[in-house]
């Protein structure tokens, strides 16, 4: 268990910096280049330059709007409230909600000195410039989580092997394993949490695509739904016929073919030919018999969804142009 995290240690750093570059150039306030850079540490980097974007247009607009009202009303709280009132309306129109807080606090040291002098509004933007530099330089580092996304995919997959081979055999003996539950809630757990690193790990690229583990991730959270609607059929099996014993085979089949380069083509070739043979084989003689046919072939369709997920995620992989990712 570490003591000091990555993010806290740069954050101390970070701080002392800030202070000590805005004492080194004489700037009055100092300390506030050392409390925007605590605020300015982010997880990601495009992240730390969408605030430093917005934070940096909230001062000018913070300082601009001030200076006017302070030489017009003058110094006083009352004129700050009006201050605010109109620049947290203005900031959130121009979506720079992340600069509010930081912006106000550097107008307070007009307030406090009764005057707006070139000087002053130089030394307010100097303090957010290093206050908002220094975090922006520490946060061009991030620790890479591309290993750990691996291991991601690895558990994943197994988890979803392990919960075809339960599929097969319960197809098999009508008897649902008393793991299933355990099985799924691992999956969908260990899902979010490779979902969220992917995404840490595209937003820290600024100059290359790196988007794979996103889409790799979002591919497998549609699978997880498919097997989820899968699932739901077993509730209504009671008896295993040649149909349910076919179906166990292929889905035996198939948890032996989990793996991240398989395009699924030839599975879903053989589920073709699966469901083709079903046509030739005798109807259901009992109205048990008919539900139990319904909810195999129900199963099938569901099972090849999960199917056609995997395939059109490698197909959309050979045709980059043909895709439209939402990057959230």
């Known amino acids: 268990m570490k003591f000091i995290g990555y993010r806290t240690l740069k954050t101390g ?3 002392m910096m800030a ?3 805005a004492t080194a150039f004489g700037l009055k306030y100092g300390t506030a280049a050392g409390v925007i850079t605590i605020l300015s540490i982010q997880n990601t980097k495009r992240q730390s330059i969408n605030l430093a974007t917005q934070r940096m247009g909230a001062c000018l607009l913070a300082l601009f709007l001030s200076t006017v009202l302070f030489k017009m009303l003058g110094f006083n709280p009352v004129v700050f409230g009006v201050f605010l009132m109109l620049f947290i309306s203005l900031a959130s129109m121009f979506k720079l909600n992340e600069g509010i807080v930081v912006s106000s606090v550097l107008v307070t040291h007009l307030l406090v000195e009764k005057t707006v002098t070139t000087a002053l509004i130089v030394n307010e933007l100097a ?5 908002i530099g220094v975090a922006f330089i ?22 979803i092997r392990e919960i075809l081979c339960h599929m097969s055999v319960a197809l098999r003996q009508c008897e649902v394993s ?3 539950e355990q099985l799924f809630s691992n999956l969908e757990s260990r899902l979010r949490i ?9 937003n820290n690229t600024l100059l290359s695509d790196n988007s794979y583990y996103v889409k790799y991730m979002d591919m497998r959270v549609q699978q997880l739904h498919a097997l ?13 016929y040649k149909q349910s014993i076919m179906i166990a085979d292929f889905t035996l089949r198939v948890s032996e073919s989990i793996h991240e380069a398989n395009t699924a083509d030839g599975l879903l070739k053989n589920l073709k030919l699966l469901r083709e043979s079903f046509t030739t084989m005798q109807l259901p003689k009992t109205r048990e018999e008919f539900e139990n046919r319904a909810m195999l072939y129900q199963f ?29």
């Open 19 to 21: 202070i000590s570059i």
């Open 13 to 15: 750093v970070g701080a």
């Open 138 to 159: 520490l946060n061009l580092y991030m620790p890479s989580v591309e290993k750990k996304i691996k291991e991601d995919q690895v558990y994943i997959e197994e988890r």
């Open 300 to 328: 099938l369709n569901d099972f090849e969804q999960f199917l056609l997920i995997k395939n059109e995620f490698k197909e959309e992989l050979l045709n980059p142009l043909d895709i439209n990712w939402d990057y959230r």
């Open 127 to 131: 303090l957010m410039t290093i206050g």
């Open 178 to 180: 008393v793991k299933e």
């Open 194 to 202: 490779g979902r969220e690193r992917a995404y840490r790990n595209l």
């Open 228 to 240: 989820n609607n899968m699932r739901k059929h077993f509730e209504r099996f009671s008896i295993s």
